[in-house]
């Protein structure tokens, strides 16, 4: 059953302490991506992988890290030094066509909402 | 990154035609437009994508004018399942460049 999943669905933590999201995908996309939604708000982009060992940030990258050892996944870790971390936090990948045209479109995962104490 | 805009919210009855429009009027050459749809506390779904002209899938159809500059999502029939936010995007495809979500589409749909 081929898809994204993230988890934990729901995480909870104190203010100061570092915490890693999970992102898995077994679609063999080349592309993976983490976006950020707050209520009654479109998704913003934190950072994006076209492949293993590369990244690139998005709009809102500060307090954010990742890294992309594997194809398959891509973690994300929201750090202290972001001052507002609750929120509603998305995977996604896609293929990516070196043509340059084509059709590309994102699958997300469930999502991960996370919340500060 | 080409903008869009659409409107904030629409409501519509069960069993009634919803169409959705979109305005990009700085999309570039290559740019694709592909809707998408997101209940509470799920990730986006795709729903369909086109380039020119009508594109038709079986859950929606995509009007695009010959300039390109808006486009128009159509749900026939429409349910109270349909009840969701509705994203526009316009973007390179093939490439891992980021698409810009806008605010979306509340669409209520009503018993």
């Known amino acids: 059953d081929g898809g994204i999943t993230q988890s934990p669905k729901y995480l909870f933590r104190k203010e100061g302490q570092n915490v890693t999201l999970s992102c898995e995908q077994n679609?063999?996309?080349?592309?993976m991506y983490w976006y950020r939604q707050d209520p009654g708000q479109g998704l913003r982009l934190i950072y994006y992988s076209q492949i293993v060992n590369d990244f690139q940030k998005g709009d809102i990258a500060e307090g954010y890290s990742v890294s992309r050892e594997k194809k398959e996944s891509f973690p994300l870790t929201v750090t202290s030094a972001q001052k507002n971390p609750t929120a509603f936090y998305l995977c996604?990948?896609?293929?990516?066509?070196?043509?340059?045209?084509?059709?590309?479109?994102?699958?997300f995962g469930p999502g991960t909402r996370l919340t500060v104490l | 990154l080409a903008k869009t805009t659409q409107p904030i919210s629409m409501d519509s009855y069960e069993g009634q035609e919803v169409n959705i429009t979109c305005s990009h009027n700085n999309i570039a050459t290559n740019d694709y437009i592909t809707w998408y749809q997101q209940f509470p506390s799920q990730g986006p779904r795709f729903i369909i994508q086109g380039y020119k002209t009508k594109v038709t899938n079986e859950v929606a159809s995509l009007f695009i004018p010959a300039d390109r500059k808006s486009s128009t999502l159509s749900l026939p029939r429409v349910s109270l399942s349909d009840t969701a936010v509705y994203y526009c995007?316009?973007?390179?495809?093939?490439?891992?460049?980021?698409?810009?979500f806008g605010s979306g589409t509340q669409l209520t749909v009503l018993p």
């Open positions: 679609l063999n996309h080349d592309a």
């Open positions: 996604a990948s896609s293929i990516l066509l070196r043509s340059g045209r084509g059709k590309d479109t994102q699958y």
């Open positions: 995007l316009v973007g390179l495809s093939g490439s891992a460049r980021q698409l810009t």
